[in-house]
């Protein structure tokens, strides 16, 4: 027989946003493709965790993370969504978003099980579902405006139907769900007694004066969502892997045992730069970045307009997906190497974000970067129009 791979290995091959990411740096050109949020780091985050390094706090933490950071986050959550979590029992930090999502999927799917996810997806949130053996079902998601309809789920429900995950705001679309939505969502969980996977790391990247909701904060939506945030974008510490999982007791429980067996614990001092962060942090750090981040998008998104590459404008997140259909190419690859080559701007093919051929003429760019880079970047995909 011989020595080889598991049958799980294909889930986790490399992904296209880190090979752009390589192709990039091989061709020395400016990254929009991975969403490294390379802009300033709040002082009081740094400040934090070099103090908490300099006190010792290097050894492990409790396997749910320091107390003084759940509750941080328990009252950011009471604050921002209206929502109450017991920092003892009902919050996990955890190695990152993903980190959290990969130990909320192992506690609570079972190999077979089918999850619901709206296309065009993060693709995380795929191969971690399929670490976990799970199985994805995608609900294409239709322009303009990212919709979709009550007979869209109801078609794809089986009786191994177990959860769905809702993204918002979204990678790659920048789609915020609506209140309606939401509620199409709810009914559609309740009826069929599904989990509801967030993911809410974006929350904060919200534009032209919408807001953000929390799907837990649904009327009798809590007891059955798991929901996920991090601080990697809010502070631009996507290194420091500080992401958290929001739940009923009883599913944390058992997310935090996960959390404990594959991770130990996220780094110490690295939690507590997250807590001071969210605590002397007020309002006026959140909505200075939604305007600062709408700016980076408008500016962005006429560039790409004046390139002959028509953006979807995205309402939320970082991330804008282009037309490339104009682009050289027959495949998204193609077209995203063609732009790179031409413009030294580095971008991630939409069908990273697809599990058909349907992203083949768009691909995905970040615009998380410092002003003069993103300038850079407009300047250079002025030579597609030339």
């Given at each position: 027989?011989?020595?080889t791979?598991?049958?799980?290995?294909?889930?986790?091959?490399?992904?296209e946003?880190?090979?752009?990411?390589?192709e990039?740096?091989?061709a020395?050109?400016?990254?929009?493709a991975?969403?490294?949020?390379?802009?300033?780091?709040p002082e009081?985050?740094?400040?934090?965790?070099a103090?908490?390094?300099?006190?010792g706090m290097?050894?492990?933490?409790?396997?749910?993370?320091?107390?003084?950071l759940?509750?941080?986050?328990?009252?950011?959550?009471?604050?921002?969504c209206?929502?109450?979590?017991?920092?003892?029992s009902?919050?996990?930090?955890?190695?990152?978003?993903?980190?959290?999502?990969y130990?909320?999927?192992?506690?609570?799917?079972?190999?077979g099980?089918?999850v619901?996810?709206?296309e065009?997806f993060?693709?995380?949130h795929?191969?971690?579902?399929q670490?976990?053996?799970?199985?994805?079902?995608?609900?294409p998601?239709?322009?303009?405006g990212?919709?979709?309809?009550?007979?869209?789920?109801?078609?794809l429900?089986?009786?191994?139907?177990?959860?769905?995950?809702?993204?918002?705001?979204?990678n790659?679309?920048?789609?915020i769900?609506?209140?309606q939505e939401?509620e199409?969502?709810?009914?559609f969980?309740?009826?069929?007694d599904?989990?509801?996977?967030?993911d809410?790391?974006?929350?904060h990247?919200?534009?032209?004066g919408?807001?953000?909701?929390?799907?837990?904060?649904?009327?009798?939506?809590?007891?059955r969502?798991i929901?996920i945030s991090?601080?990697s974008?809010?502070?631009?510490?996507?290194g420091?892997?500080i992401?958290?999982?929001l739940c009923d007791?009883?599913?944390?429980?058992?997310?935090g045992?996960?959390?404990?067996?594959?991770?130990v614990?996220?780094p110490?001092?690295?939690?507590?730069?997250?807590?001071r962060g969210?605590?002397?942090?007020?309002?006026?750090?959140?909505?200075?970045?939604a305007?600062d981040?709408?700016?980076?998008r408008?500016?962005?998104?006429?560039?790409?307009?004046r390139?002959?590459?028509?953006?979807?404008?995205?309402?939320?997140?970082?991330?804008?997906?282009?037309d490339?259909?104009?682009i050289?190419?027959?495949?998204?690859?193609e077209?995203?190497?063609?732009?790179?080559?031409?413009?030294?701007?580095?971008?991630?093919?939409?069908?990273?974000?697809y599990h058909d051929?349907?992203?083949?003429?768009?691909?995905r760019?970040?615009?998380?970067?410092?002003?003069?880079?993103?300038?850079?970047?407009?300047q250079?995909?002025?030579?597609?129009?030339?």
């Amino acid at each position: 027989m011989g020595l080889t791979l598991s049958d799980r290995h294909a889930c986790v091959l490399q992904s296209e946003i880190r090979n752009m990411s390589i192709e990039c740096s091989r061709a020395g050109g400016i990254n929009l493709a991975q969403g490294v949020c390379d802009t300033p780091v709040p002082e009081a985050v740094l400040q934090g965790a070099a103090d908490a390094v300099r006190q010792g706090m290097n050894t492990y933490t409790h396997y749910a993370g320091l107390l003084q950071l759940r509750e941080a986050i328990a009252l950011k959550q009471k604050s921002y969504c209206g929502l109450t979590y017991d920092p003892q029992s009902e919050i996990i930090v955890s190695a990152g978003a993903t980190g959290a999502l990969y130990c909320a999927f192992q506690a609570l799917l079972n190999p077979g099980d089918e999850v619901i996810v709206f296309e065009p997806f993060y693709g995380y949130h795929i191969s971690t579902l399929q670490a976990a053996e799970a199985v994805p079902v995608y609900l294409p998601l239709m322009l303009p405006g990212w919709s979709f309809s009550e007979h869209d789920l109801e078609h794809l429900v089986t009786p191994r139907t177990r959860a769905i995950i809702v993204n918002t705001p979204a990678n790659p679309s920048g789609k915020i769900f609506s209140r309606q939505e939401f509620e199409l969502v709810a009914s559609f969980a309740e009826r069929y007694d599904l989990f509801v996977y967030t993911d809410e790391i974006y929350e904060h990247f919200v534009y032209g004066g919408r807001t953000h909701r929390s799907f837990a904060a649904l009327p009798g939506m809590r007891e059955r969502t798991i929901t996920i945030s991090g601080s990697s974008k809010t502070f631009s510490v996507t290194g420091w892997r500080i992401g958290y999982a929001l739940c009923d007791a009883h599913w944390a429980r058992a997310i935090g045992y996960f959390n404990d067996l594959v991770y130990v614990c996220a780094p110490a001092p690295l939690q507590a730069g997250v807590a001071r962060g969210m605590r002397e942090l007020d309002d006026g750090y959140y909505r200075g970045l939604a305007v600062d981040y709408q700016a980076k998008r408008d500016r962005f998104c006429a560039a790409l307009s004046r390139a002959g590459l028509k953006p979807h404008i995205p309402d939320g997140a970082y991330y804008v997906l282009a037309d490339v259909s104009t682009i050289p190419g027959t495949t998204g690859k193609e077209r995203a190497m063609h732009i790179l080559h031409t413009t030294g701007v580095a971008s991630v093919p939409g069908g990273a974000f697809y599990h058909d051929k349907r992203g083949e003429c768009m691909v995905r760019f970040c615009f998380a970067k410092e002003d003069a880079v993103l300038e850079e970047a407009c300047q250079r995909l002025q030579l597609l129009a030339e």
